[in-house]
T-cell receptor, first 113, second 113 residues
Framework: GENVEQHPSTLSVQEGDSAVIKCTYSDSASNYFPWYKQELGKGPQLIIDIRSNVGEKKDQRIAVTLNKTAKHFSLHITETQPEDSAVYFCAASTLGRDDKIIFGKGTRLHILP | DAGVIQSPRHEVTEMGQEVTLRCKPISGHDYLFWYRQTMMRGLELLIYFNNNVPIDDSGMPEDRFSAKMPNASFSTLKIQPSEPRDSAVYFC???????????FGQGTRLTVV
């Protein structure tokens, strides 16, 4: 089955700097890659997703890139703000075969003032 | 819609007792997922349903765990008997169709003493 690895487990960046979180996946059939943000005491919430027919997607300060050949995908947050502090999860899923969403173990992002 | 509703929010029980976690998905969503979150293992998919039918329960750790979805608006996850290692946050999530955003509830924090 699918295995998603996520790095780093913890990341601290100065407010205003950029943060990058990287994930790899094992199943070459995976074709849907969502990213979730989890704030303290809450459930994860989707912030952006990308499908395998797209290499990059951007939404304001957040961007995701996908390299299907290398089975890598990354989340980039620019101009970080205090409210970006949270746990971020990458995930992978396979359209047409099964509907599982398999998550990485998460990255705890700290934005330093 | 109020979103995915889970109850209780917190549960403390003694080892050996039966525990039942409840979930009300978003109306009209065909998929329902149960996840378990721990520091060590991250977000693990336990089981998911499509149109009330269990599709994949390969993530259910042991026979002590069971899940049901008697109708489109209600699901339960039961642990009997509970053990201290079952202590975790259990999330329910629903989505309208495959490979789209999964909406998470606020979770049930289970502590087995």
């Amino acid at each position: 089955g699918e295995n998603v690895e996520q790095h780093p487990s913890t990341l601290s960046v100065q407010e205003g700097d950029s943060a990058v979180i990287k994930c790899t996946y094992s199943d070459s059939a995976s074709n849907y890659f969502p990213w979730y943000k989890q704030e303290l005491g809450k459930g994860p919430q989707l912030i952006i997703d990308i499908r395998s027919n797209v290499g990059e997607k951007k939404d304001q300060r957040i961007a995701v890139t996908l390299n299907k050949t290398a089975k890598h995908f990354s989340l980039h947050i620019t101009e970080t703000q205090p409210e970006d502090s949270a746990v971020y999860f990458c995930a992978a899923s396979t359209l047409g075969r099964d509907d599982k969403i398999i998550f990485g173990k998460g990255t705890r992002l700290h934005i330093l003032p | 819609d109020a979103g995915v509703i889970q109850s209780p929010r917190h549960e403390v029980t003694e080892m050996g007792q039966e525990v039942t976690l409840r979930c009300k998905p978003i109306s009209g969503h065909d998929y329902l997922f149960w996840y378990r979150q721990t520091m060590m293992r991250g977000l693990e998919l336990l089981i998911y349903f499509n149109n009330n039918v269990p599709i994949d329960d390969s993530g259910m750790p042991e026979d002590r765990f069971s899940a049901k979805m008697p109708n489109a608006s209600f699901s339960t996850l039961k642990i009997q008997p509970s053990e201290p290692r079952d202590s975790a946050v259990y999330f329910c999530a629903s989505s309208p169709q495959q490979n789209t955003e999964a909406f998470f509830g606020q979770g049930t924090r289970l502590t087995v003493v």
